[in-house]
């Protein structure tokens, strides 16, 4: 299965700035999503990064929020900008290598803001 | 939304003593996957399950999906301190409106003590 790597693993950062993660995979993969869990709760699928054009978003999530980038098939990135005590979660990325496989997630960046 | 119910929300149990876990919808979903999550780590991969009535074994682990592809149990014999984790299923919609999207139920923590 793909390696999947995000920086940064951890971090605490002020109210009212922005912070960009990173997800790089060691292989070509079709799909790239990103997931928020927040503190003791499951996981939620925040937006469809896509390759070479805007993320697809979900309900309650948006683009001025949590800017998407995936420039290639092996990485991307999740801005978490303006950020408040609520944006406190572990944000994971996950990869679709192709249809009929296994979604594989990468270990997370836990955030906290104070 | 396809909402998954996963019960119970907390397992405490003996070393060898079984358990099972339910997950459970009123939609159908393509697929269904089981992850074990661990504390500051992402989500790993169990099992898929695709075919309605489908059963798998994985070591002491036996995962069942539903006829109508609603549903699905985990089912795990003689329980080992080493199976505590966060167990979440994971079904997949059909593939024209959301595949590869996961809809994540609430999640069951698992705590085998020796």
């Known amino acids: 299965s793909a390696v999947i790597s995000q920086k940064p693993s951890r971090d605490i950062c002020q109210r009212g700035t922005s912070l960009t993660i990173q997800c790089q995979v060691d292989s070509q993969v079709t799909m790239m999503f990103w997931y928020r869990q927040q503190p003791g709760q499951s996981l939620t699928l925040i937006a469809t990064?896509?390759?070479?054009?805007?993320?697809?978003?979900e309900s309650g999530f948006v683009i001025d929020k949590f800017p998407i980038s995936r420039p290639n098939l092996t990485f991307s990135t999740l801005t978490v900008s303006n950020m408040s005590p609520e944006d406190s979660s572990i944000y994971l990325c996950s990869v679709l290598s192709q249809g009929n496989q296994p979604q594989h997630f990468g270990d997370g960046t836990r955030l906290s803001i104070l | 939304t396809q909402l998954l119910e996963q019960s119970p929300q907390f397992l405490s149990i003996q070393e060898g003593e079984n358990l099972t876990v339910y997950c459970n919808s009123s939609?159908?979903?393509?697929?269904l996957q089981w992850y074990r999550q661990e504390p500051g780590e992402g989500p790993v991969l169990l099992v898929t399950v695709v075919t309605g009535g489908e059963v798998k074994k994985l070591k002491r682990l036996t995962f069942q999906f539903g006829d109508a592809r609603k549903d699905s149990s985990l089912h795990i014999t003689a329980a080992q301190p080493g199976d505590t984790g966060l167990y979440l299923c994971a079904g997949e919609g059909t593939p024209l409106d959301s595949w590869g999207k996961l809809q994540f139920g609430a999640g069951t923590q698992v705590v085998v003590t020796p």
């Open positions: 939609s159908v979903f393509s697929s």
């Open positions: 990064a896509n390759q070479g054009s805007e993320a697809t978003y």
